[in-house]
């Protein structure tokens, strides 16, 4: 699995956790730059993409994650 293809299953995960068909997810994407992004979706979201991938992130690496690029990252490098 390539990052382009996490990328675009982090988008429809977005999409789907945040009932919102209008958001695009880019590397960059910041819980600032989505308003349904808060706290408590974090958390709903980390759940929803731990589960579809079938990976498990430690507290440190969900605390560290500034943006959906370094998420993908650390998704790519627990399934490759």
Same mark, same amino acid.
């Given at each position: 699995?390539? !990052?382009? %293809? ?6 429809? =995960?977005? @999409? ?6 209008? =958001? &695009?997810? %880019?590397?960059?994407?910041? /819980? $600032?730059?989505? *308003? ?5 979706? #974090? =958390?709903?979201?980390?759940? +929803?993409?731990?589960? #579809?991938? @079938?990976?498990?992130?430690? +507290? /440190?690496? =969900? %605390? $560290?994650? @500034?943006? &959906? $690029?370094?998420?993908?990252? +650390?998704? #790519? *490098? @627990?399934? !490759?």
């Amino acid at each position: 699995m390539d !990052s382009t %293809q996490i990328l675009e299953e982090v988008d429809e =995960i977005f @999409k789907d956790e945040l009932d919102n068909d209008d =958001i &695009v997810i %880019q590397r960059d994407t910041t /819980a $600032g730059d989505i *308003a349904e992004w808060d706290s408590l979706t #974090h =958390i709903t979201l980390v759940v +929803a993409i731990e589960k #579809h991938f @079938k990976v498990k992130f430690t +507290a /440190a690496e =969900i %605390q $560290g994650f @500034k943006n &959906v $690029g370094e998420m993908c990252d +650390a998704i #790519h *490098a @627990k399934v !490759s």
